[in-house]
């Protein structure tokens, strides 16, 4: 099985743009999808990004996905930052073993 | 408008048994892929269990592999997950989650049913 690292924590004002890594510890990044889920607190977990950078209907363009085989890693990108973006934000993969993994979850603070 | 309603949780002594349940309603549940995603408090999310739309595909996380059982009733649209010898580490809330499997993501979640193992 392989492991998920995102950072704990990321903050940026509203308006701006932030980025949030997910690294896969083994295998490689593109062998499977990535999803990315937002929770809020109190809240169940959406999803926001599917299949590495598709987005269900309703969630808005400003949110988007990527990869990077480079450094064996996706990233969740969202512009023009609102404070309703604050959230908690897991990434998601398949594990070939029939398990799904998911990233330990970063905190985004938009202040 | 779908809907996943869990029940079943509660507080029970480590060693105990629970049997959570998920009331599927607004899509043919039969269709489905269904999964258990758990959060202990203050935690990221893990998965537990998965089943297919006809029950006779079964995966389990290691952590509760030979202890929970996943099933389901489709005639009931219902989700179910016995959970046997509790630890004090599953305490959490879990969460039944529809799968898609055609985007491959969890789209629809319950709002989930805190589990508390303690003595």
């Known amino acids: 099985n392989f492991m998920l690292t995102q950072p704990h924590s990321v903050s940026e004002s509203p308006g701006k743009t932030v980025t949030i890594s997910c690294t896969r510890s083994?295998?490689?990044?593109?062998?499977?999808?990535v999803q990315w889920y937002q929770q809020r607190p109190g809240s169940a977990p959406t999803t926001v990004i599917y299949?590495?950078?598709?987005?269900p209907s309703g969630v808005p363009d400003r949110f988007s996905g990527s990869i990077d085989s480079s450094s064996n890693s996706a990233s969740l990108t969202i512009s023009g930052l609102k404070t309703e973006d604050e959230a908690d934000y897991y990434c998601q993969s398949y594990d070939s073993s029939n398990h799904w993994v998911f990233g330990g979850g970063t905190k985004l603070t938009v202040l | 408008e779908v809907q996943l309603v869990e029940s079943g949780g509660g507080l029970v002594q480590p060693g105990g048994s629970l049997r959570l349940s998920c009331a599927a309603s607004g899509f043919t549940f039969s269709s489905y892929e269904m999964n258990w995603v758990r959060q202990a408090p203050g935690k990221g999310l893990e998965w537990v269990s998965y089943?297919?739309?006809?029950?006779?595909?079964?995966y389990y996380a290691d952590s509760v592999k030979g202890r929970f059982t996943i099933s389901r009733d489709n005639a009931k649209n219902s989700l179910y997950l016995q959970m046997n010898s509790l630890r004090a580490e599953d305490t959490a809330v879990y969460y039944c989650?529809?799968?898609?499997?055609?985007?491959?993501?969890?789209?629809?979640w319950g709002q989930g049913t805190l589990v508390t193992v303690s003595s």
């Open positions: 083994s295998g490689s990044i593109a062998s499977n999808y």
């Open positions: 989650a529809r799968f898609l499997a055609v985007a491959g993501h969890f789209d629809y």
């Open positions: 089943i297919s739309s006809s029950g006779s595909t079964i």
């Open positions: 299949e590495d950078n598709q987005r």
